[in-house]
């Protein structure tokens, strides 16, 4: 893997370049879509010239494709949006750019984000940096994997319900899900708005600090944005961490339990005082985020028909624009998505599953907020196995949807959450511990990732 | 003969007077614009877009609030109405469904025989405008620069009872509207559109009939003649022991009916969800009443200043038609008392012809003038003829009413001894011997020649009134 401080100070143009030569000699892992070489070059050039400066001058990194950007086109890894060119670039990508970081590609993802394999691409599966015949973990598995293989130092990509933390887990690298408004979602393709959030993949948790340093903060152009707060040179160590007991059962593998206590019995050895807590609206994470989620999928997908951009299907009617176009551009989980979504909008059941699931969410930020009166930060693992063989869970999205029992709850609560390394299982395979802090406790997590390395 | 009654409710669009549209910096004037021409990336539904609040939108909602008498919400969110058409372009339409921002409210629209007729306000909810979809043959053309325009829709009660009282409802929310300068108020750029809810049921019956909405009315007169037929069709329906269909109606202005458009069956489930986007507008009572502070005086504060006056209803809605007008009469009766008042409304309202839609003509309205003008009048210094001629000017003209008066040389004489001169000169030329005859053998309606004689000579400035006295002194 790559470090960030390796690119400062030398040619932007050559660490361009030996990017591109890396991820090429890494293609069959599938994991970027698209290589953004020629404005790429054309940046390293300005930096180089002295025209661009900043904290990542001449930084090479890439960008999960539902990231609007210019050099490449913007696809969602979707057929919908197959030629689709931005005409802007996402308020994360420009704040990168004035610091002088380099877009080199545009990675996978699941079609549009729905997934945690990258198995729903429209472009292929993401293979697993560690081993080949394994998922990437996903949404965001195209970044996860591009970092763990050092064709760049770091990679931007999205959470929703653990789309950073579960591929960062997989691969071995770190994975910031930021608290929900500490980064601007203009610019991204929407996937759903009320727990999306923008963050990043980088090989150590100092990296991760400073790109969330760059992107973090209040933007005009969103307005569920905060004002800005993320700041990672005035903290105070927290002492307090809290095991989430319904984590631990018996159902997860027993490699990521080991690896989740090995850690914990490092805080310890660091000073840090580690006890168990349990959060009984845990276990109804994962029916609250499949009924909000596929809501606001079903809304914000609404918007891809046919008319303006993206597929078009050849019909002189209008129903039928709307269904061949939306038929033809969307992977069989985008549809399910919208048929999920659809459904639990619909007249006579919003009561009995959106509200309702809403109530339950706030429940569920309730106890969170009593869990933090005892506690400063959280843990356990970040999935319940390392990452599973390609095709295992293809063919039952409710396994796939279990998985991701771990990661919803901070993302329904929109509270900060990383991934960690923290060692192998007996296979070999990557195996993540999940740190959740408070709203705005970003920095704080990335301060006891930081003091944990190494160790 | 079983007598019906017509129960109307209304759902009234204004377009905001917004600089931008609701949720993007687009410039929210699309007069005059080629199609899709002030479309931003957000109006487009492109990718990746979020919407931005415009405040200047939440602001003219509160104004609107204020000429509604309504409260305003302490807390409102905005919801997604989803349906697909090409005029949507994010499949959803950013409304208000389950907390508006204006609650419920009332207006007190004027009828013509001098009364006036509550309705209540609902609620008022703000949400944006589709694009516009035109039809040709085998295709169909999308223009999305209305696409995103803000607009507040004002939700009536049932509480209209006649076509007059629809159309008086319809005039009255349109001048609430402009004076409190939500809109711009152009009915023909369809800048307030109606939603006229029609029911029948026989007179004193407890229920309501089925209503039909007729959908997109743009004028006073449609809203009132829509309702008329739609009280004749439904009543002929019903006295063919037929039933009304619950459904939307289109209007045909040419041809007076409406026709069906679609029945309640085919109401689609618009799927409602609270917009994960936009976060709460929460408004401070301070605030509320800071904003509503700036909203100038209203129709009402008019009609009730004007009471004593003296001057018909007519002027008083010809007066009221142009906001200018009525800031200028309003002004001119407080600087110079009722009479003056009185007099220079009256001008207003006979000079001036004004229709449904805003004019466009600017102008020129200096009270001191008008005041000026009048006082003039009333020393005899120019006949009520002439004043009307100096008025006229007065509207387009940066002189003061001495200035034009003297310009035009439209003074009144009213020196004694110069008219004493003109009067001895006419009473001694031989043609007005036969008047001065009739006069003192008592026909008195001859001194009027001779006052038109006198009238004459002096080229129209002499005082007549002078003229007459000086006339009846020698005689």
């Known amino acids: 893997m790559a470090k960030i401080s390796e690119y400062l100070g030398g040619s932007a143009v050559d660490n361009v370049k030996k990017a591109i030569v890396a991820a090429k000699s890494v293609s069959k892992y599938n994991s970027l879509l698209e290589l953004c070489e020629e404005r790429a070059l054309d940046l390293a050039a300005k930096v180089d010239a002295g025209e661009i400066k900043g904290r990542l001058a001449g930084v090479p990194f890439v960008a999960k494709d539902n990231f609007l950007t210019f050099g490449s086109k913007t696809t969602a890894a979707s057929h919908f949006l197959e030629n689709f060119e931005a005409p802007l670039q996402a308020t994360a990508i420009e704040k990168l750019e004035a610091e002088g970081a380099i877009c080199i590609g545009k990675s996978n993802l699941d079609a549009f984000a729905h997934g945690g394999s990258t198995e729903n691409s429209a472009f292929g599966p993401t293979l697993n940096a560690a081993d080949e015949t394994r998922v990437a973990g996903g949404s965001s598995g195209g970044s996860a994997v591009a970092t763990a293989l050092g064709v760049v130092p770091f990679a931007l990509g999205t959470d929703t319900g653990g789309s950073i933390r579960q591929p960062a887990s997989f691969n071995g690298v770190v994975g910031v899900k930021p608290t929900y408004g500490m980064v601007s979602r203009y610019g991204v393709v929407a996937m759903a708005s009320s727990t999306d959030t923008i963050g990043c993949f980088a090989s150590c948790a100092e990296d991760a600090e400073l790109v969330m340093d760059i992107i973090a903060g209040h933007d005009d152009l969103d307005m569920t944005t905060l004002p800005d707060y993320f700041d990672p040179t005035t903290l105070d160590m927290p002492k307090r961490v809290g095991i989430i007991k319904e984590f631990m059962s018996d159902d997860v593998d027993e490699d990521v339990r080991n690896a989740t206590r090995t850690y914990a019995t490092k805080l310890e050895a660091s000073g840090f005082t580690v006890s168990e807590v349990s959060l009984p609206m845990l276990k109804y994470t994962l029916a609250m985020y499949y009924i909000i989620v596929p809501a606001e999928i079903s809304s914000n997908l609404a918007r891809y028909d046919g008319v303006r951009y993206g597929v078009r299907a050849e019909t002189n009617d209008l129903n039928e ?135 | 003969m079983t007598k019906y009654e017509i129960t109307i409710g209304i759902e009234c669009h204004v377009q905001l007077a917004t600089a931008t549209k609701l949720f993007s910096p687009a410039d929210n004037d699309a007069r005059d614009k080629e199609p899709n021409a002030v479309v931003h990336p957000v109006d487009y539904g492109l990718p990746g877009m979020l ?141 307030m559109r109606f939603d006229v809810n029609i029911s029948v049921a026989p007179e004193g019956s407890s229920e309501l009939g089925k209503r039909a909405e007729v959908k997109n009315l743009n004028s006073f007169r449609s809203v009132e003649r829509a309702a008329e037929y739609e009280f004749k069709r439904q009543v002929a329906l019903l006295e063919k022991g037929e039933r009304v269909v619950q459904e939307t109606r289109g209007w045909d202005d040419d041809s007076g009916k409406t026709s069906s458009q679609r029945s309640k069956e085919d109401a689609q489930d618009y799927r409602y969800m609270p917009d994960p986007d936009i976060p709460p507008v929460r408004l401070t009572d301070e605030y509320i009443a800071e904003v509503q502070s700036s909203v100038p005086n209203l129709p009402p504060y008019y009609r009730e200043k004007w009471s004593n006056l003296g001057i018909d209803g007519s002027v008083v809605s010809a007066l009221l038609a142009n906001q200018a007008f009525a800031e200028v009469v309003s002004e001119v009766q407080g600087a110079a008392g009722d009479s003056v008042a009185k007099r220079v409304a009256n001008w207003f309202a006979s000079s001036i012809q004004t229709d449904e839609h805003t004019s466009t003509v600017v102008y020129k309205l200096v009270p001191d003038s008008f005041v000026e003008l009048a006082k003039m009048v009333e020393a005899n210094e120019l006949s009520s003829t002439t004043a009307k001629e100096v008025f006229n000017e007065l509207l387009s003209s940066n002189k003061t009413a001495r200035e034009i008066a003297e310009s035009k040389n439209l003074l009144q004489v009213s020196d004694e001894g110069a008219i004493a001169a003109i009067v001895d000169e006419v009473l001694a030329d031989p043609a007005s011997q036969k008047a001065v005859e009739d006069i003192k053998s008592g026909n008195d309606k001859a001194i009027g020649f001779l006052v038109g004689q006198i009238m004459k000579k002096s080229q129209g400035k002499a005082n007549p009134a002078l003229a007459q006295k000086l006339i009846r002194e020698r005689l």
């Open chain 1, 321 to 455: 624009l709307y269904g061949k176009s939306r038929d033809q551009g969307f992977e069989a989980e985008n549809k399910r998505r919208i048929m999920i979504g659809s459904y639990v909008l619909s007249s006579g059941f919003f009561d009995a599953y959106y509200l309702k699931a809403q109530k339950a969410r706030t429940l569920l930020i309730n106890e969170f907020n009593k869990a933090f009166e005892d506690y400063d930060i959280l843990m356990g693992p970040v999935s319940p196995t390392p990452a599973f063989k390609l095709g295992a869970n293809s063919s039952d999205p409710m396994k796939m949807y279990l998985a991701d029992i771990m990661t919803v709850g901070a993302s329904l609560a929109g509270l900060p959450a990383i991934s960690v390394p923290a060692g192998v299982s007996a296979d070999s395979l990557p195996i993540g511990v999940q740190l959740i802090g408070q709203r705005r406790s970003d920095a704080l997590l990335l301060a006891v990732a930081k003091s944990q390395e190494g160790k």
């Open chain 2, 51 to 191: 919407p931005v609040l415009n405040k200047q939108a939440v602001t003219l909602a509160i104004k609107a609030g204020k000429a509604l008498n309504a409260k305003i919400a302490n807390e409102s969110r905005f919801d997604r109405k989803h349906y697909f058409y090409p005029d949507l372009p994010t499949g959803y339409q950013i409304t208000q469904m389950y907390q508006p921002t204006i609650l419920a409210g009332y207006v007190d629209a004027p009828m013509e025989d001098g009364g006036s007729v509550r309705v209540r306000i609902h609620h008022a909810h703000i949400e944006m405008d589709a694009g516009k979809l035109s039809h040709y043959g085998n295709y169909s053309l999308v223009d999305l620069n209305r696409a995103g325009t803000p607009l507040i829709e004002i939700v009536s009660e049932p509480d209209i009872h006649s076509s007059a009282e629809a159309r008086a409802y319809a005039e009255e929310l349109h001048k609430l509207m402009v004076y409190a300068g939500v809109t711009n108020g152009d009915l023909y750029h369809g800048n």
